[in-house]
T-cell receptor, first 111, second 113 residues
């Protein structure tokens, strides 16, 4: 019940396209859903996060869509750029407790 | 932006040896964490630490692991007798308060031979 399932495992998108990564969870106690971006040799860096009281949050080219009834949330990257090529992790946690990460998505944006 | 600093960036050790991984969290942060990432797998929680005590630990964090804040700036993870399966990237993280944004360091790549 602590798991967060992420898909796809890898994604290739053309420059200017939309990248979409999906996550699903089971634990209804989760109340914070961040997305992390990780470049090779670096630690995960918080990209954007959402709480379940809203269905969408947008920051620049990055949008989280959240569907509480389906227990799913997704990251949309608009106008994808080669510099967005990285590994993306969704995560979730209940209250201030530990983060549970998804398996990660390797995004490649071709020029 | 303030950073979490980890040293060393790479550590190679023999099976059965003790290792200490070091971290300097962001200076005004109160909550400290260790996570690890085995190559090609997801990031996994190990332990959280607040007010000089472990506040939460995972099933991975067994008696071979310990954490310490030896002074006002450092936060360490000790693995008493390393196993091959301890080989992973270990990330330190800190947050100003529980539930606040987590800042991760760049990690220590531990290789156990």
């Amino acid at each position: 019940q602590q798991q967060v399932k992420q898909s796809p495992q890898s994604l290739i998108v053309q420059k200017g396209g939309i990248s979409i990564i999906n996550c699903a969870y089971e634990n209804t106690a989760f109340d914070y859903f961040p997305w992390y971006q990780q470049f090779p040799g670096k630690g995960p860096a918080l990209l954007i996060a959402i709480r379940p009281d809203v269905s969408e949050k947008k920051e620049g080219r990055f949008t989280i869509s959240f569907n509480k009834s389906a227990k799913q949330f997704s990251l949309h990257i608009m106008d994808s750029q080669p510099g967005d090529s990285a590994t993306y992790f969704c995560a979730a946690r209940p209250g201030g407790s530990r983060l549970t990460f998804g398996e990660g998505t390797q995004l490649t944006v071709n020029p | 932006e303030p950073e979490v600093t980890q040293t060393p960036s790479h550590q190679v050790t023999q099976m059965g040896q003790e290792v200490i991984l070091r971290c300097v969290p962001i200076s005004n942060h109160l909550y400290f964490y260790w996570y690890r990432q085995i190559l090609g797998q997801k990031v996994e929680f190990l332990v959280s630490f607040y007010n000089n005590e472990i506040s939460e630990k995972s099933e991975i964090f067994d008696d071979q692991f310990s954490v310490e804040r030896p002074d006002g700036s450092n936060f360490t993870l000790k693995i008493r007798s390393t196993k091959l399966e301890d080989s992973a990237m270990y990330f330190c993280a800190s947050s100003a308060w529980v539930g606040e944004k987590l800042f991760f360091g760049s990690g220590t790549q531990l290789s156990v031979l």
